[in-house]
């Protein structure tokens, strides 16, 4: 089955740099996702990608879908220390799914800390 | 405009045990799905529902099963409680065709 490779795993960065991370996946997905979640809460929508080569920006949060549509990066600038928590990346096959339509597929997450 | 509601928050049931969560989607959301997500791991799909039917189901055996009422908001189901169920059960909605999902807080279940 698709799997989702995320990296890095964790990252240990100071408050005001930037950061970046990446997923990549042995299929192709026509849509792509980026959540953060906090502990204790669940998965909270960051940015969606529908078109390969699409760059989209949510503050100082970038993310592009890759145009071999099997993978996808997230970049985040000048981080604060609220930017702390786990990020996902997800992808999505959408129609051409057929009865896995609505499936999102996750990565493991990045852990990323963020010391003041 | 409320989110996704899920309860109860946290539970704990014996091995063998059936166990039932709950889930009111988010005002004008008609699709809803589940996910089990193991502690450090990312969401795991276990299925979707629309129009109060399955419409697609992940790598999950069938004693996970699930409703979809009228009015949107769905049940998981999980009979033959095993140790490995222990996990953050997370439901999702969204409008029909819009692969953003808003997700609840989730239902923490240990088995023991």
């Known amino acids: 089955g698709q799997q989702l490779n995320q990296s890095p795993q964790s990252m240990f960065i100071q408050e005001g740099e930037d950061v970046s991370m990446n997923c990549t996946s042995s299929s192709i997905f026509n849509t792509w996702l980026w959540y953060k979640q906090d502990p204790g809460e669940g998965p909270v929508l960051l940015i969606a990608?529908?078109?390969?080569?699409e760059l989209t920006s949510n503050g100082r949060l970038t993310a592009q879908f890759g145009i071999t549509r099997k993978d996808s990066f997230l970049n985040i600038s000048a981080s604060i220390p609220s930017d702390v928590g786990i990020y996902f990346c997800a992808g999505q096959l959408g129609r051409t799914g057929g009865t896995s339509y609505g499936k999102l597929t996750f990565g493991q997450g990045t852990i990323l800390t963020v010391h003041p | 405009e409320t989110g996704v509601t899920q309860s109860p928050t946290h539970l704990i049931k014996t091995r063998g045990q059936q166990v039932t969560l709950r889930c009111s989607s988010q005002s004008g959301h008609n699709t809803v799905s589940w996910y089990q997500q193991a502690l450090g791991q990312g969401p795991q799909f276990i299925f979707q529902?629309?129009?109060?039917?399955?419409?697609g189901r992940g790598n999950f055996p069938p004693r996970f099963s699930g409703l979809q009422f009228p009015n949107y908001s769905s049940e998981l189901n999980v009979n033959a409680l095993e140790l490995d169920d222990s996990a953050l059960y997370l439901c999702?909605?969204?409008?029909?065709?819009?692969?953003?999902?808003?997700f609840g807080s989730g239902t923490r279940l240990t088995v023991v």
């Open positions: 529902y629309y129009r109060e039917e399955e419409n």
């Open positions: 999702a909605s969204s409008p029909r065709g819009f692969a953003g999902y808003t």
């Open positions: 990608l529908y078109k390969a080569g």
